[in-house]
């Protein structure tokens, strides 16, 4: 052996991520796996996993977990600010919300499909401190901070309101009876005043009005308006104030002073009176009535005439003038079932709808679960399917598996990458220096500042021969608080579960294997 003089020190660099390329004999490493880094920048081994907060008892524990079946989804939001800490956890056919201190969980909602039809994994987002919830198959839900849940607006449309007004007598009573006198005749406010007929003396001209009524919920989402009521309308009526001679009048008070004995203006405008006979869903909270201006003198759009606080069948008296009705009826839908869904400066933005997968909606700022039908756009020329939509800086990303457009003008998509798509919606993270990460067929890309770059192009060997490509869709991921990394969980070829989670942390890929499959996955404190 030499000495120290005549010895020559090996040095072998080992790169801290996987790198499935060639490499030359210095380099050494070929993966990395189940290590993780610590914050000094060194890696150490992974501990984990365990049951979290498991009961006392094993027997306990048993009894829980057989009770919550096989997970499909899991979230956690701090709601009011923090003060409301929410973790929710879906569960065959059950959502569950973990109760705290009591070390368990409670069911919230039941009957939900234990099935994953949609070929979707389930997606939840928070807008207006409340939880919106969509697997692609049953009806969208809200959760609020306490843990009542109610469908994300309306299914149902409500039925036509019934309206009753004036009626005009026969031609055999027109001599005895003037224009407006039968039926729900009740003077009023309502009724389009002018100068007709002889041009002298004032008059109601003829006119038309029809009613909508909506639903409303506790969050103030609006239902699809009903049908047109039938249409109520009034006759023209002239005005025939005359005059009494009251010079020689037996009774001194009015002696030499003018009555008028005849129709004035005011005597010939009426009431109308409207019935709701339709009874809304259990979380509808009111029900806003909307009413035209006169059709045949002012317009035909409805405007707001009432807000009623019930949900059964009602009466309404409508003694409200043209001109003291309120803003426009919205020309709403019914909120359909989603696959994909975000939130975007304060709408609700959701995608593939089930029966028109092309197309992107966005709700009214700040009511999530009312949609305008006008307020729809098809991201892609030839109508492909919409496979996730995303806010990122500012801007509102849609993607189909081979595109991604940009709709930051809602109206005219502006396409940012062709044969570049996404996926897996639950892919979609943001790393913390800005770096949007997401899945796509062959591989993952990030965008920074509207540049599309390749990110795994070091693992394609991984994403090309040894990933189940037919499970893409179902993959999730999260961004570990500590490290910021960028971890996806996968399905491995030859098994339909994730079970494989790949991380990134800006510069370098390595694998995790826990041994255990992993349905979601998502961030707490």
């Known amino acids: 052996m030499g000495g120290p003089s005549q010895t020559q020190p090996m040095e072998f660099p080992i790169p801290v991520g996987e790198q499935q390329v060639q490499y030359s004999p210095t380099v050494l490493a070929y993966k990395v796996q189940n290590f993780e880094y610590t914050p000094e920048g060194t890696l150490k081994t992974i501990v984990g996993p365990c049951v979290y907060e498991p009961p006392r008892t094993q027997a ?40 705290g201190w009591k070390r368990s969980f409670v069911s919230i909602k039941s009957g939900l499909s234990s099935d994953v039809r949609s070929a979707y994994p389930d997606q939840f ?21 306490d843990g009542m849940v109610t469908p994300l607006g309306f299914a149902a449309i409500p039925g036509a309101p019934q309206a009753e007004g004036p009626e005009s007598p026969v031609d055999s009573d027109v001599e005895d009876m003037y224009p407006n006198t039968l039926g729900y005749a009740w003077e009023g406010n309502i009724g389009t005043i002018g100068d007709v007929l002889d041009g002298q003396s004032g008059a109601m001209r003829a006119g038309s009005w029809h009613y909508h009524v909506l639903y409303e919920d506790v969050h103030g ?109 919205p020309s709403t839908i019914r909120t359909p079932i989603f696959r994909v869904m975000c939130t975007h400066q304060g709408r609700l933005v959701i995608g593939n709808i089930v029966g028109d997968p092309g ?41 189909t598996e081979d595109s991604v457009y940009s709709l930051e003008d809602f109206a005219v998509p502006i396409p940012l990458a062709q044969g570049i798509g996404c996926i897996a919606p639950r ?99």
């Open 60 to 99: 306990e524990i048993d009894d829980l977990y057989s009770r919550l079946g096989e997970p499909h989804g899991i979230f956690h939001a701090s709601l009011l600010g923090g003060v409301s800490d929410m973790l929710l956890v879906r569960t065959d056919t059950n959502l569950n919300m973990h109760q």
């Open 125 to 145: 987002v928070v807008l207006n401190n409340t939880i919106i919830w969509c697997n692609g198959v049953d009806y969208p839900l809200t959760i609020s901070h």
């Open 221 to 329: 989402n609006l239902s699809q308006p009903s049908i047109a009521s039938n249409n109520v309308s009034v006759k023209t009526a002239q005005s025939d104030p005359y005059d009494a001679d009251t010079e020689f009048a037996v009774d001194e008070s009015v002696k030499g002073v003018n009555q008028t004995l005849g129709l004035e203006i005011d005597d010939l405008q009426r009431q109308f009176l409207v019935r709701v006979a339709s009874e809304g869903p259990d979380h509808c909270v009111a029900m806003r009535l909307y009413r035209t201006p006169d059709k045949l003198n002012t317009s035909t759009i409805p405007r707001f005439l009432a807000r009623v606080p019930n949900n059964r069948s009602f009466t309404y008296p409508d003694n409200r003038r043209d001109s003291d009705l309120g803003l426009d009826m």
């Open 359 to 399: 197309v992107v909606r966005r709700s009214i700022v700040g009511l999530p679960g009312t949609f305008e039908r006008l307020e729809f756009v098809y991201p892609d020329s030839g109508g492909a399917e919409v496979t996730a939509v995303t806010s990122h800086s500012g801007v509102l990303l849609a993607f």
């Open 427 to 525: 892919s979609i993270q943001a790393m913390p220096d800005g770096t949007l990460v997401w899945l796509s067929r062959d591989g993952f890309y990030g965008m920074n500042q509207g540049q599309i770059i390749f990110l795994s192009r070091s693992i394609q060997r991984t994403v090309k021969n040894f990933l189940n490509h037919s499970r893409m869709r179902m993959a999730v991921s999260a961004i570990d608080p500590l490290s910021g990394e960028y971890r996806c969980a996968l399905a491995p070829a030859g098994s339909p579960k994730n079970t494989l989670i790949l991380c990134f942390d800006g510069q370098n890929w390595r694998r995790m294997d826990l041994g255990i499959e992993i349905a979601d996955m998502c961030q707490t404190k």
